[in-house]
């Protein structure tokens, strides 16, 4: 179990290269302002996470650094996923309100970094508040979406792989990371997998953002065959 759950990590930590590597190879395409808010953040992901991973083989020395660490990228992670989302969303409505949570989570994570510092425990509180507000920012542009016409499937956009990365992931470690304060070494050990898991979908989405084309397509009233993203072929019906 312990050689599986070590070999899943390494590829979690790695798996943020991709992103890094498809991003140079289409960089033509990705001149985009958010695109390039998410290069840095897998990047910035990448360093984090080896580190971690280099202080946690040193045992109880590291202890101070890893939560220094995870604190940092908590609110760092916020910054990044919500520039991200507020450069898609179109609503100024939308716009203001990730605008105005922002002050409320840097004032939620300076006063429980202070805590926690103390205690020398994982900030649980601030990781769950940045996740109902990103779960929350990323709702917000699919309601958009879904309440605005469009000749082309919600797919075939980079913005929607993005954002379906930056969801599932927030989903999917919402309630691990709201526990993780009262696990004790040995159930972190256990249940982190589940971070791993999410992880991974979340930087091959973001890879999906990365190399789909950012063309704008004009909009038609006639019927168009259907254009692979990738490499501009039609698909020709059977």
Same mark, same amino acid.
């Given at each position: 179990?312990?050689?599986?759950?070590?070999?899943?990590?390494? *590829?979690?930590?790695? +798996?943020?290269?991709?992103?890094?590597?498809?991003?140079?190879?289409?960089?033509?395409?990705?001149?985009?302002?958010?695109?390039?808010?998410?290069? #840095?953040?897998?990047?910035?992901?990448?360093?984090?996470? !080896?580190?971690?991973?280099?202080? +946690? +083989?040193?045992?109880?020395?590291?202890?101070?650094?890893?939560? *220094? %660490?995870?604190?940092? /990228?908590? %609110? *760092?992670?916020?910054?990044?996923?919500?520039?991200?989302?507020?450069?898609? @969303?179109?609503?100024?409505?939308?716009?203001?309100?990730?605008?105005?949570?922002?002050?409320? #989570?840097?004032?939620?994570?300076? !006063?429980?970094? !202070?805590?926690? /510092?103390?205690? &020398?425990?994982?900030?649980?509180?601030? *990781?769950?508040?940045?996740?109902?507000? @990103?779960?929350?920012?990323?709702l917000l542009y699919f309601f958009e979406e879904l309440n605005?016409?469009?000749?082309? /499937?919600?797919? &075939?956009?980079?913005?929607? $792989?993005?954002?379906?990365?930056?969801?599932?992931?927030?989903?999917?470690?919402?309630?691990f990371f709201m526990q993780s304060s009262d696990l004790t070494?040995?159930? $972190?050990?256990? $249940?982190?997998?589940?971070?791993?898991? /999410?992880?991974?979908?979340?930087?091959?989405?973001?890879?999906?953002?990365? @190399?789909?084309?950012?063309d704008n397509v004009p909009p038609s009233n006639s019927f168009?065959?259907? !254009?692979?993203?990738?490499?501009?072929?039609?698909?020709?019906?059977?």
């Amino acid at each position: 179990m312990f050689k599986i759950r070590a070999v899943l990590q390494n *590829i979690t930590l790695f +798996s943020h290269l991709l992103p890094l590597l498809l991003f140079f190879l289409f960089l033509a395409r990705n001149k985009k302002t958010e695109i390039r808010v998410i290069f #840095f953040y897998c990047l910035y992901s990448f360093i984090n996470d !080896y580190l971690i991973t280099v202080f +946690s +083989s040193k045992g109880k020395s590291g202890d101070n650094s890893i939560l *220094i %660490l995870l604190s940092v /990228f908590t %609110l *760092i992670e916020y910054l990044l996923f919500s520039v991200a989302l507020f450069l898609i @969303i179109k609503k100024p409505l939308f716009k203001k309100i990730i605008f105005l949570a922002s002050p409320f #989570f840097l004032a939620v994570c300076t !006063y429980q970094f !202070y805590l926690n /510092f103390h205690t &020398s425990t994982i900030d649980s509180i601030s *990781i769950t508040v940045e996740y109902i507000f @990103i779960i929350a920012f990323a709702l917000l542009y699919f309601f958009e979406e879904l309440n605005e016409p469009s000749t082309t /499937f919600i797919y &075939s956009s980079y913005k929607f $792989w993005m954002i379906l990365g930056i969801l599932i992931y927030s989903t999917g470690t919402f309630f691990f990371f709201m526990q993780s304060s009262d696990l004790t070494d040995e159930q $972190w050990d256990t $249940w982190s997998p589940i971070n791993y898991v /999410f992880t991974l979908i979340k930087n091959i989405f973001f890879g999906v953002a990365i @190399i789909i084309r950012k063309d704008n397509v004009p909009p038609s009233n006639s019927f168009q065959p259907p !254009y692979d993203e990738l490499f501009d072929k039609p698909i020709t019906p059977l």
